[in-house]
Each structure stands twice: as C-alpha cells, then as structure tokens.
C-alpha cells in the first residue's frame, strides 16, 4: 500500500490485533447480534434507502473536519487518533442514525477513525485511513478504505469542499451491512469479522492448515520460471498473503502471486484476474463486493486500491452507508 498511509503488514498472534494497538478481531457477535450471515446471502425485501445529505460546515481557519456518521442498525464508539493527538471528544458513542463531527489539524498524519462495536475501543470492527496536510488555504486530504486486515464493516470516505469532487473522490463499499460478510471463505470467518488470509495466516496456530499452503505450489514455479522471482526462494504462502519476508519490496511479484497472473503480471485488466486457482479467495470476494478497495498490501499495484486525494475543507466517513 502507499507508504505514507496507516496499513503495514502485521503480525497478528492468537486471532489478534492489527499490531498498531488496536484489539484483538471478536470472536463472537456484537451485543448478541446475529444479523451477519455466515454460509448464506442475506436477502433484503427493499432497497436501502439512499444516505442523506450533509448539512454545510464553514472551513475551519487552521484544519479540516472530519464527519463521521453511523448508519448501521446498532451504536458504534468512535475513536480517532493520528500524529498530532486524538480528535476530541474521544470514545463517542454513535447511536444508530447519529453523526459526530471533529476538529482535525491541519497537519494529521498516520491517522485513523475507527469503529467499535462492543464499548469504548473493545470490538474492533472497521476503520478508515487518513493524512491529512496543509496545502495553502485548503487542506491535502490522502484516504483510504482498506480490508487488508479484515472486512468489518461497509465504509464510505470522500472529500468534500475546496477542489474535490464526490464523483471522483468518494470511495465507498455500498453493500448493506447485513449482506456484507456473505460470501467470505469459511475458514476466515471469525464472529463479526472476515479475516484476511494474512490475518488468518500469520497466526502461528493456523499456519498448518492447507489455506495457509494454499501458493506454495506458485511460489515455487516463480521461483524456477519468472524472471527476478529467484530470491524469493523459500518464501511463504503466508508471506504472499502479507506482502512480507523477501515480498515485502516486490508489489508485482506479490500482487501476480495474489491475482494468479504470473504469466502475465502487468496484465492491468481485472477481470483477467482470479481466473484460475490458486489465487487469493479473500482479495477476489472482497473485490467482488466492494469493488477497488484494498485486500492486501500491494492491491495498488495497477492502481486498484481504495486511495483517493484531494485538497478540500472536510472528510466526510460514514459507517454502513447502505444501512
């Protein structure tokens, strides 16, 4: 992924956390919650009702707002925190329907807003990723949606005010939230969560399992045929998943090792991707319903990770934007 954003692979221990200090993925439903499907797409009887509009903030004189709104059917606690301190007031909890908007600095790098289901920073569910810098009057908004850990939660993010557009600089999953895990591999499903296969796979318990040797069969052919792939002798299935070990500065070994397109790694169309196993089942599925999104670390390479720009007055982030 970019390297000036949050996301950097990370060892997870026992199902854990993110390693930036955040808590460890759930292991059960939130709040006694079984609206997520497991096996099964949800199936819904009408539309979801589009997300309203957002009522006009003046610029702030020294930084940008930063809006977050919950449309999921439950509260969410809301916990922001970057370089320059943690946005205020801190550990809000959002109810059902309820927007809370925040101060940001002018100069906020490495940031996070993320979500929690289970209280104040307990259940960790999703997360949007920002930098933001100042940039004459306007503030350079850098974002990102990223499920390179785990897909929690439906999220839009997009600049707004100044030079951006919501046409060209929103980047959303539209799925509603009820439908979201549909469809995520089996083996990955841990509660509330989807995890990723570097998640699942970075944890020493589960890497005995065959979906954590599920590459090594292509990491070897890489090795012996694909030109420049010979350093990578020794390499992983779990180390393609992240993007670590000797992959960790290879973005189109890895993404063609992720995509199953060895034979054809500057291959820039995506629906020559995933075509035939083995490849990553978790970055096709999350693909596939969320289109553009990040799945693993180099997802970006042939520009189809979530990252937008702009330079604007606000950052608007909306939690289930489909309900």
Known sequence: ?????????????????????????????IDGRTDLPIDAPATTDAAPEPEPPWDTRPPLTNGAWVRVRNRCS?????????????LQPDDVRLAPGESRDYEAPANWSAARVTAYGDGPRTGELEKAEMTLSASGNLVSLNYNITYVDWVGLPLRVAGAGGECSDAQ????????????LSGCPSQLRAGDICLSPRSYCLNPVNQGQPFCHSLDGEIARCVSTIAGCA?????TTPEVFACSGSFANAPRLCAALNRHMLDAPDDPDPSHWYATAPYNTY??????????????SYDDWLEQGGFRSCRGTELRITFCPAG
Request: proline share 10%.
């Open 283 to 296: 970055s096709k599925w999350v693909h596939e319903v969320c289109p553009g999104i990040y799945a693993f």
């Open 169 to 180: 600089h929103a980047v959303s999953c539209n799925v509603p939230q009820a439908e979201v």
């Open 1 to 29: 992924m970019r390297p000036y954003l949050f996301s950097i692979p990370l060892l997870l221990v026992a199902c854990g956390g993110d390693g930036s200090g955040s808590e460890s993925p759930i292991d059960g439903p």
């Open 74 to 86: 439950f509260p969410l606690w809301i916990h922001s925190a970057g370089s320059s301190g943690v």
């Open 231 to 235: 350093q990578h002798n020794g390499a």
